[in-house]
């Protein structure tokens, strides 16, 4: 069995952000905020493998929730090195999009999780 799609789609997009990392400190020589967003960026996907390996249904949301506010950040930097010139447009349109793709799959699982977390812990109902 593979991995999960959020697996797949937020180790892609560490990939991704990598590489955007070694553009953005290579050629246009920016540091400060092409680090920010290399953390917030890969962060995801790492999140996202600790949620896989948690111990609990409430430990497995509270690391998604992770991954989705690091997704969130991610957004914030790639917009704001897209309005101070460090991204052409179609370079951020691209990995934005992929980012708030990322963020939507998350909430989904998140709500997902939540909604049989709270149908597995009402009174008289038993797990098999």
């Known amino acids: 069995m593979g991995k999960s799609i959020i697996a797949e789609k937020s180790y892609a997009f560490a990939v991704r952000i990598v590489r955007m990392y070694q553009h953005l400190s290579a050629d246009k020589k920016e540091f400060i905020l092409s680090k920010q967003v290399l ?53 951020f349109e691209s990995t934005h999009a992929d980012c708030q793709g990322l963020i939507k799959i998350l909430n989904s699982i998140i709500l997902t999780s939540q909604g049989k977390s709270k149908t597995n812990s009402e009174p008289g109902i038993r797990n098999s």
């Open 39 to 91: 953390r917030s960026g890969t962060s995801i996907g790492a999140n996202v493998q600790e949620a896989t390996g948690g111990q609990s249904t409430s430990d497995f949301i509270h690391k998604l929730s992770i991954a989705r506010k690091e997704a969130r950040e991610t957004a914030y930097w790639l917009q704001l090195l897209h309005d101070t010139g460090y991204l052409e447009a179609k370079q």
